[in-house]
DNA sequence: CCAATATAGTTGACAGATCAACTGTTGACT
DNA sequence: AGTCAACAGTTGATCTGTCAACTATATTGG
């Protein structure tokens, strides 16, 4: 056995050694993403999609049946990522999205979930909500608020 | 123009969509790493370095001298990686890392930062805390206190 | 109307991540 | 001593992500 190896969750040794609080802060807010990402990935993994193609399709359903240009998807991801186009091809190749060239902007590309995408994603509803709600259970919901209220507030910064 | 086009930070109209404050809790976590992500990427491309092999970096600097297992860094990496062989293969590669197979127990391998990885972190000391302290400086001294609070509550559950 | 510029998205090349199967090493138990 | 399980890490196959250069379409200014 080795010597006082802490948990992955903790490093409070490593701690002091970041130099500012808004280092420790930048920390806490990563490692906790990499925890949110370990706790849903099995239900990603299960149904075959990714964290990211899991937020497309999302994305076009709340647009609606009016459908989403391909860029306006890539604005509205939580990660934001250059990479949209082929993360588009992979769900047109799964059959959860359908593409469209409109006529009246043909450079344009209008993206809609399919009926398959949709149905894969209220199979998804479920679990996810679960798997969030056990992640954060150690929060209460007015935690939960003030925790949503300092995060927004980081962001609302540039 | 598009008719009313959201900023990328706020979608205030998604919100709604989401049915429990976890899930926008979760939502606001993962944004909020995306949007760190950015403000750091700049300064780890400028010096040819990923965040991760920062991270490995730092690791090892904390390790001191004695150096660190392959598999020990991995456990206390921010993000867990299963390809931390390649990760370090990758910083071996680039002379900012040191390996060395002990004859005590030859399964593992030591890590070491040599010189011209201290070098580059003590480079990229200053600019990584001004970046995290601008990304941050929405947050007063006690919120930051706070935030910290709550998001290690949040990963010490299961 | 035509060139210049801007917009929307695609593609190729390459770096990095992921998973499972594998090698070499050590410790434990007959 | 000999087998077996556990440990530490590596490797190959495959997938995904990223950046820059490119195509096609639309808009704008002369």
Redesign the pocket.
Known sequence: M?EGKSSVVEQPARKRLLSSRQQQAAVSILRTTDYLRRFC?RVF?RHGV?S??YNVLRILRGAGPAGL??????ERMI????????????LEAKKLVR?E?P?????????YVTKAGLDLLSELDTPVRNKANEALRMLSDSELAELIRLLDRVRSGP
């Open positions: 080795k990935s993994d990714t990211q193609q240009p391909t860029l306006d998807i890539a990660e934001q990522t250059p990479g949209i186009t082929r993360l588009v091809d992979r593409r060239r006529s009246d902007d043909r450079r344009q590309v209008l993206c």
